[in-house]
């Protein structure tokens, strides 16, 4: 069951077109990375689904039914850049942020003392935000966007500005928010919390989604056939008794005594067939299949698609 | 949906009602306009200490004996020679009075030896007049010609009163008053329009700038946070005027009863109703009808009433417009020469006020209070000489639907400004904004 499907969304501002076509479907339950590089369109997207600007076409379907303006109490919105009233009391801001998501006064105070409890911040109820640092109006950037319990909450770059603690913190946050049943969306460059905590990601790229899936399969459609050799001589004589079995191969420099070869496998080639040539003419140590980082796929795709 | 806009009207009135700076400038605000217009008494008085000293030199022999003293002069004939009586800095000047003066053939001539005196030199001037007309007239030889000339120099007292048709009495008026109730009123709205205008647009470009706008827009429509914020911060502006009719009405109904003196409170208010019998009046008829006016709750209620509904009205106007020009902006400096558009408007209607306070009903004062962009000062400087209804109601309809007109504008040149950060844009690229989608 999809929480949230695109179909089809296009986007045009004067001169450049933010949005060409892009569908997704987001599964209810799973964190779902939204992944591409700047100026790509992530933002003009999630703008989108928080109903903050209306696409010039296609359709944004939430939970069932075309996305409306009342949707946006079922949604957490965390920006990338963002930022609260300095002037304003914690509390006091925090009660009008939750409020504005249809929350009563009463029972966002009840639930604010609980997270307010949680991370240990009571103490900050009183203080003005100007008083806080950074990462301390990032913890109740959080929490006001949670507060709600959305079922949709879109994250944009919440890392970014984090120290390494709180970040840890957040990410635990975050998934224990898709135990208890929220789907996620999360915006992002910083692959390795891709790998980390997405199950599905979509890659856009000027303006157009090039790659979508489960992180899992993505990265095994990228490592098929791919794999590290280590040798403790050189291993340019078996280049050629390897020829027939692989696309290609490239030998990287010797390094602590060992030399590794990179290569990537025929599709009807046997994976034993190559052992046994390799562990015959060189002295072989090792062999790993080369499972591509999101990184590099997120690199290799880009430029595929830019070409 | 409605209590969205609610809630943000609330945050942005509270956060700015219970704000030291807003408590002091209500309190103090009043004082200041009261000193301000005390000073000039005050100066005066503080003045007036030192007497000064002006050596009479009369070669008519018909002049020095007459002139008389003041507080703030005194004159001296002095025995010394002249060089030396010129010489003497210690006297404030000395008047040298020619020969030919009764005769018109010569003048007389006051050299100072400090900076001269507006006061003293008129009064000098009507004193000499007042000596030679004296003169003249004895040297024609009638009889009893004291008597006469007292019988002939009567004191009268112009009232003026408002001829309204339908009404049993004729309300009494007065240009002075009425010219400085609505130069105060104007400036008054000048001074709100531009104030709490230019808030509304600091607050939407600090919003901007620290990116606090990004969460709030996930739960708010823009055009509902623009609108909360204009109705927020034009309550807090209400709010003020409201402390100030109150403190008003608590001086006019309680404070004056019980500072002026009985015998005046019932002169000012027979002088009000055009019963007074000039023979018995004993107080400047201009501080009489001061002090009438401002111990009528009713006519200080109307005045407020109308300044109100110009400043509501105004404000929505032009508060929109720098609703848009804030969206559109990252900094306060890039704000300058946008503001010109708003700015320029309210200080010419400014400047055709104070024309039109000396002429309130010229075509060109009728016009200017019509048209939007002036007529909140325009008329609000007529009201007070009493024009007919229709004028005022005609624009008030105008500037309500001009209002409306323009906040439709600026909502969609707000929902594209507050997403453009970097580039400083034009007066051209709002006005386009403003035909998206």
């Known amino acids: 069951m999809d929480l949230l499907t695109v179909e089809n969304v296009s986007k045009q501002y004067t001169g450049h077109k933010a949005l060409d076509d892009v569908s997704l479907a987001v599964p209810e339950g799973s964190i779902y990375g939204l992944l591409g590089p700047n100026g790509a369109g992530k933002t003009t997207l999630i703008r989108i689904i928080n109903h903050i600007t209306a696409p010039d076409s296609g359709k944004v379907i939430l939970d069932g039914h075309q996305l409306t303006a009342d949707d946006v109490a079922m949604i957490g919105y965390l920006p990338e850049e963002r930022g609260l009233y300095k002037k304003m009391k914690v509390g006091e801001q925090a009660l009008f942020f939750a409020q504005l998501k249809g929350l009563s006064r009463s029972e966002a105070n009840y639930r604010l003392r609980q997270w307010f409890d949680r991370f240990d911040i009571n103490n900050w109820w009183n203080k003005k935000v100007e008083e806080l640092s950074k990462g301390m109006a990032q913890k109740i950037q959080f929490i006001i966007t949670v507060l709600h319990e959305p079922k949709l909450l879109i994250f944009d770059e919440p890392f970014s500005g984090f120290d390494p603690i709180n970040a840890a913190l957040l990410k635990d946050e975050i998934l224990r928010l898709r135990d208890n049943g929220a789907t996620v969306i999360f915006s992002t460059h910083n692959m390795s919390s891709v790998e980390e905590i997405c199950d599905y990601m979509t890659l856009i790229n000027r303006s157009r989604n090039i790659l979508s899936g489960r992180v899992a399969d993505v990265k095994a459609s990228y490592a098929e056939g791919r794999y590290d050799l280590t040798f403790a001589d050189d291993p340019s004589a078996i280049a050629e008794a390897i020829t027939p079995m692989v696309q290609n191969h490239v030998i990287f420099p010797r390094e602590n005594g060992r030399t590794r070869m990179s290569v990537k496998l025929n599709p009807d080639a046997q994976l034993r067939d190559l052992i046994e040539i390799a562990n015959k003419n060189a002295d072989l140590r090792g062999i790993t299949e080369s499972v591509p980082s999101i990184n590099d796929i997120f690199i290799k795709a880009v430029e595929a698609s830019n070409q | ?437």
């Open chain 2, 1 to 437: 949906m409605a209590s969205k806009i609610g809630l943000v009207i609330r945050r942005e009135y509270m956060e700015r009602v219970s704000k030291k700076s807003f408590i002091i400038t209500t309190i103090l605000m009043p004082i200041v306009m009261v000193a301000l217009m005390l000073a000039p008494a005050l100066i005066m008085m503080m003045s007036t200490t030192d007497t000064k000293t002006i050596a009479v030199i009369d070669d008519s022999g018909a002049i020095a004996q007459y002139l008389e003293g003041n507080e703030e002069v005194h004159f001296i004939t002095p025995d010394q020679p002249r060089d030396s009586v010129m010489a003497d800095d210690s006297l404030f000047g000395v008047l040298v009075i020619e020969r030919g003066i009764l005769t018109g053939n010569s003048a007389a001539k006051l050299y100072t030896n400090a900076a001269g005196s507006i006061s003293i030199e008129s009064n000098i001037k009507s004193q000499i007049e007042n000596i030679i007309e004296t003169e003249k007239l004895k040297a024609y030889n009638i009889e009893n010609l004291d008597q006469i000339l007292d019988d002939v120099r009567t004191p009268i007292t112009l009232q003026t009163f408002r001829n309204e048709q339908g009404k049993d009495e004729s309300s009494s008026s007065s240009s002075a008053i009425s010219y400085a109730i609505g130069v105060a009123m104007t400036f008054l709205l000048y001074m709100f329009l531009l104030l709490y205008g230019q808030m509304v647009m600091t607050s939407i470009i600090e919003e901007k700038n620290n990116r606090v706008l990004e969460i709030v827009v996930s739960s708010v429509r823009p055009q509902q946070l623009m609108m909360g914020k204009i109705i927020g911060i034009g309550l807090v502006a209400v709010t003020q005027i409201l402390i100030w009719v109150i403190l008003m009405t608590v001086i006019s109904s309680i404070v004056l009863p019980a500072l002026v003196p009985a015998d005046m409170m019932s002169q000012a208010s027979a002088f009000n109703a055009g019963t007074i019998d000039a023979s018995t009046l004993n107080a400047d008829p201009d501080l009489l009808h001061a002090i009438s006016i401002f111990g009528n709750v009713g006519y200080i209620l109307e005045i407020f009433g109308y300044l109100l509904l110009f400043l509501i009205g105004g404000f929505l106007f032009y508060s929109s417009i720098y609703a848009a020009i804030g969206s559109a902006v990252d900094n306060i400096q890039d704000a300058g020469q946008l503001q010109s558009v708003v700015v320029f408007p309210i200080i010419i209607g400014l400047i055709f006020a104070m024309t039109a306070a000396s002429d309130p009903n010229s075509t060109m004062a009728l016009v200017l209070s019509l048209v939007p962009f002036t007529s909140p000062m325009v008329m609000m400087v007529r009201i007070p000489f009493g024009i007919p209804s229709w004028e005022i109601i005609t624009s008030l309809v105008l500037l309500y639907i001009s209002f409306i007109f323009m906040v439709w504008i600026a909502a969609k040149i707000y929902r594209v400004g507050i997403f453009m950060y970097g580039k400083k844009p034009t007066v051209r690229e709002l006005i386009r904004w403003a035909s998206y989608k």
